[in-house]
């Protein structure tokens, strides 16, 4: 099947630690995006990524890095210093920045 | 920067029944389309209908359709026959087209809360 996956589906964080979500695609999709959706709010673009081995931060990239080394792995990393890390987080992927962007089912993280 | 407001943060349906779910948008942009996805409490986010600003008509996708309004800045999602499975949280977005825009970024509107009543 084609399509989006996210790992894991839940995720704990302790104080000081990093961590890393998970995003692969079997679409042979260009460009990925990571965004973040808090409780009763809609979704915030973190980083995205045209092309392997490019990325750029969106709106809230402070305290997050990714790679793209392959083109169909988009991992997200969350560091230390993102103090507010408990969201529910979304990885997408689209053709080209132009086409429309397909979701995974998400990873929820949460801080212990 | 780009805005979408929906300001309905719930709204509810009888089974059958027709709902209408509204969005407004703040741009300077001529070229942009417009979406809206679906959450339902799996919370994977699903495309219903997109809308691009340089057509006239209404996009429609089954029991979907829009009412997009680009000198009102409005764009309204209608459900005819609701279904029980439509009930989620509905998301409004918007994308940039023209040149030098973030590549591909989408803006979220809040959501809006669709409960259907059987």
């Known amino acids: 099947d084609g399509g989006i996956t996210q790992s894991p589906k839940y995720l704990f964080r302790k104080e000081g630690q990093n961590v890393t979500l998970s995003c692969e695609q079997n679409l042979n999709h260009d460009a990925m995006y990571w965004y973040r959706q808090d409780p009763g709010q809609g979704l915030r673009l973190i980083y995205y990524s045209q092309i392997v081995n490019d990325f750029q931060k969106g709106d809230i990239a402070e305290g997050y890095s990714v790679s793209r080394e392959k083109k169909e792995s988009f991992p997200l990393t969350v560091t230390s210093a993102q103090k507010n890390p408990t969201a529910f987080y979304l990885c997408?992927?689209?053709?080209?920045?132009?086409?429309?962007?397909?979701f995974g089912p998400g990873t929820r993280l949460l801080v212990l | 920067a780009q805005t979408v407001t929906q300001s309905q943060p719930e709204m509810s349906v009888q089974e059958a029944e027709t709902v209408t779910l509204s969005c407004t948008y703040d741009?300077?942009?001529?070229?942009?389309?417009l979406f809206w996805y679906k959450q339902p409490p799996s919370r994977q986010m699903i495309l219903v209908i997109r809308?691009?600003?340089?057509?006239?008509q209404n996009a429609t996708e089954n029991r979907f359709s829009v009412n997009f309004q680009k000198a009102a800045k409005s764009f309204s999602l209608k459900i005819s026959d609701s279904q029980l499975g439509d009930a989620a949280m509905y998301f409004c977005a918007y994308r940039s087209e023209g040149p030098g825009t973030s590549y591909g970024k989408l803006t979220f509107g809040q959501g809006t809360i669709l409960t259907v009543h059987p």
């Open positions: 809308q691009e600003a340089y057509k006239q």
């Open positions: 997408a992927s689209s053709r080209g920045g132009w086409e429309t962007q397909y």
């Open positions: 741009t300077s942009e001529s070229d942009y389309y």
